[in-house]
């Protein structure tokens, strides 16, 4: 057990010393924290099993105008959301690859400057994102399926 507690301390320590040295990745910290923390809070708070198919059938977008047809600023209204939810995807999913190189190089002495970290980030986008959505399909499976 004892063993087991100076694993994790030594860990624990040395993610400390780096979050202080390196205080410029923060900025890569609060943007990669924003996707983990939204999705566990509304995982909680709203899960999949109260998404009823009713409730659908009234949503914003769907509503239609008075001849019928959907309107122009309810299909204007839905593109800018998407648009918004990727853009919030890939800055998120840039952060966490360009904070990922930028420890992996402070734990080996390097500086990395947050230029290049972001970067890397960049370049890695696919690989980081395969990887959370797995996670998260993983997590799904586990808790709700």
Request: without cysteine; positive net charge; aromatic residues 14%.
């Given at each position: ?6 694993v ?9 010393n780096i ?16 996707w ?5 809070l ?5 899960p999949?099993?109260?998404v009823?198919p009713?409730?659908?059938?009234n ?5 239609p105008t008075?001849n019928?047809?959907v ?5 204007l ?6 648009a918004v939810?990727?853009?919030m995807i ?5 952060s ?9 190089s ?16 960049t370049?890695?986008f ?12 993983i ?7």
């Open positions: 057990m004892s063993q087991a507690l100076s994790h301390r030594h860990i624990l320590k040395e993610a400390w979050t202080w040295r390196f205080k410029r990745l923060w900025i890569l910290g609060a943007l990669a924290s924003f983990t923390t939204n999705n566990i509304g995982t909680f708070l709203n999949p099993t109260s009823s009713a409730r659908w059938n949503a914003w977008w769907t509503t008075m019928g047809s309107s122009f600023f309810s299909i209204g839905l593109l800018i959301g998407v939810m990727g853009f890939w800055l998120v999913t840039a966490r690859g360009g904070l990922i190189a930028a420890v992996s402070a734990e080996q002495g390097k500086n990395t400057p947050l230029r290049e970290a972001w970067h890397i980030g370049r890695h696919w690989p980081v994102l395969g990887i959370s959505v797995a996670g998260k399909l997590w799904s499976l586990l808790f709700f399926g």
